[in-house]
Structure formats: structure tokens, C-alpha cells
């Protein structure tokens, strides 16, 4: 069994100003904590390629694209695309380096070079609609990936468990309806985006959506995955699984409410790990979303490698 780690330096030059909680520490305190526990040394750190425009358009739509493209502001500058997504001159060349990241993982786990992989990519992107950025988020990096592993290696099942404090309304606008996807998530609702919340009845039967209120805990989400994430992964049989994996409901996390903690992080992936070994040869694709408390970021990442190197 081997855990990869994909990144690239480019994806720390992206920045949008001192204010912005998504910014280039976050990759650091990951760095950091994965060094100070030891883990550093276990684990396979690949570097990120770019990823080819024509692999971002499976996902997105060519003005999608142009916006990021096509809007690179001077060195020292910003580009706003909404009140907090904004462009430096590197956002470009970072949000091929992530995309790239979740497709170069995608590539070596289905070939069998290893068994899963994180990637440790800025920016995040399950906001990211087909035809916009939005949310902190250039690119859809887990949908691109999706797409290529569908129509690269003609996967016809594949699971999106998205554990970030947000609902993954990028990705469900890309996939919702599609039987080949499966979405698995919980979000604390009312929050940004707002989304993921289907009148009664109307869910596309290929999503699994959980809203749960502020200040839920890490027991109740773990009964709430037991009794609904589980068995639609199950019978689902995903052959490749993705993780959105934001940290943004960690109980230090300002930017929402929400109390989990490293333990519950370590614990929803051990069932993750194990649907995929059940399924799909183990194989994972893991790619950071959110998580702005630096240390407990650190610590949740840290927390979640190791389960998904067997090392805990
Ligand atoms: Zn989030």
C-alpha cells in the first residue's frame, strides 16, 4: 500500500491579499505538521504537472475558463471575479497545477503506481460551477478529475465524498443527474453558497445531500454517514472514490460552526478506506478543499494521511 502527495510550488503563489483566509500559509501549516509528526518521511511527494486546457474544458465552459485566463492582473495587483475570488498574476499557472495535481493522482492510482493520493493543492475547487469561479474557487479540481478517470479509462462509477464544511455546489452542478457519479456530502446549512438543499422529493437520486444545523458535533455527523453515506456507497460500488476534503468543520474553524475534530476526520476516512478496498483496489483520490484554522488544518490533514497510508 502507498499514499502519494501531490503539489507544486505555484500553488503557494497564488494569493488573494492579507486579509484572505484561503492563502499560501494554509499549504505551509500542512507542510509543517506533516514533518513535525513524521509523516513526511513515509509518504511519496510527486510534483504536480499542468493540467491541459482541453482536460479543464470536460468541466468547464470555455468562458469559465476566459475568466481566469484571460483576466491575470499585473504583478502587485488584483483581479476580483467576485467579493472574495480574486486573481494574482499566478492564479493561472496555480489552477492548472491543481487540476493537474488531481489528474496526475488520478492517473497513478488507476495504473496502480499507488494506492491513493492527497493533494495538497490551492485553489480549492468544489465551488467552482461549470460556468463560473466563485467561492475561493478557480477550477473544479475533483469534477476535472472525475471527468478524465470517466473519459480516459471509461470508469462507469464513480463516488464524490465531500466532507468540507460548504456544499460542494460546483460539483453537484456539474454531475447532478449523471448515474455514473455518485455525491455523498454534508454541509452545514444555512451557509455559503446557500445550495444543496432540494425541496422534498426532488433530490437527483445520484446525490446524497445532508444538511445539518451550526454547532452539530463529530458523533452526529459519524451516525449521520453510518446511516446514509454507507449504504448509498455501497450499493454504488464506486471503482475510483474522490474526497473533497475541506477542514473547514473543524471546531477551531472560525469560518463556519461546526465541531468536529482530528479524530472524526481520521474516523470518516477509515470508512472510506474501507468502501474503497471493498470496491475499487483501494483506490482514492484525495484533494484539499478548505480548512483557514492553520494548525487545525495541519492536524486534520496529518490526521487523514495516515489512515489513508495505513499507518493508523
Ligand atoms: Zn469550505
Redesign the pocket.
Known sequence: MSTAIFSHPDCMRHEMGDWHPECPARLQAIDDQLIACGLANLLDYREAPMAAVSAIARVHTPAAISKVRDHLPPSGDYHPIDADTLLNEHSWQAALRAAGAAIAATDAVIVGEITNAFCAIRPPGHHATPSTPMGFCLFNNVAIAAAHAMQTYGLERIAIVDF???HGNGTEDAFSGDPRVLMVSFFQHPLYPYSGVHPTGTTPANLVNIPVPAYTRGDAIRDLVQQHWLPALESHRPQLLFISA?F?AHREDDIAAMGLVEADYAWITRQLVAVAQRHANGRIVSCL??GYALSALGRSVAAHLKVLAGLD
Open positions: 468540507d464544511v460548504h475541506g473547514d478543499e478548505g
